[in-house]
């Protein structure tokens, strides 16, 4: 099993940044894939970002230039710096793990940003 818990949500202005974390915990050995998704009111859960264990990082386009992704293995951490805000990146943000030759995956609990403008 893979354990993940999200913080660093918050309320800023447009322009602004945030860093969202994703802290990984049990079988983070096994992990293959992690990814940032969000989720608007009344839209689908949307991928935002994704980095394999190789470090190979993939965006969605809207993100594209403002967002970027990392991980820390020492620390078992996935990170999301968002730059240059704009209200409609407000949603909850999840991070996901793919493990075990991507058979199973993990959700974290969400944290909301909110871009104010």
């Known amino acids: 099993q893979v354990q993940l818990v999200e913080s660093g949500g918050g309320l800023v202005q447009a322009g602004g940044s945030l860093r969202l974390s994703c802290a990984a915990s049990?079988?983070?050995?096994?992990?293959?894939?992690m990814g940032w998704y969000r989720q608007a009111p009344g839209k689908q859960r949307e991928l935002v970002a994704g980095?394999?264990?190789?470090?190979?990082?993939n965006y969605a386009d809207s993100v594209k230039g403002r967002f970027a992704i990392s991980r820390d293995n020492a620390k078992n951490t996935m990170y999301l710096q968002m730059n240059s805000l704009k209200p409609e990146d407000t949603a909850v943000y999840y991070c996901?793990?793919?493990?075990?030759?991507?058979?199973?995956?993990?959700w974290g609990q969400g944290t909301q940003v909110t871009v104010s403008s």
């Open positions: 980095i394999t264990s190789g470090g190979y990082a």
């Open positions: 049990g079988s983070i050995f096994s992990i293959n894939a």
């Open positions: 996901k793990a793919d493990w075990r030759d991507y058979k199973f995956y993990s």
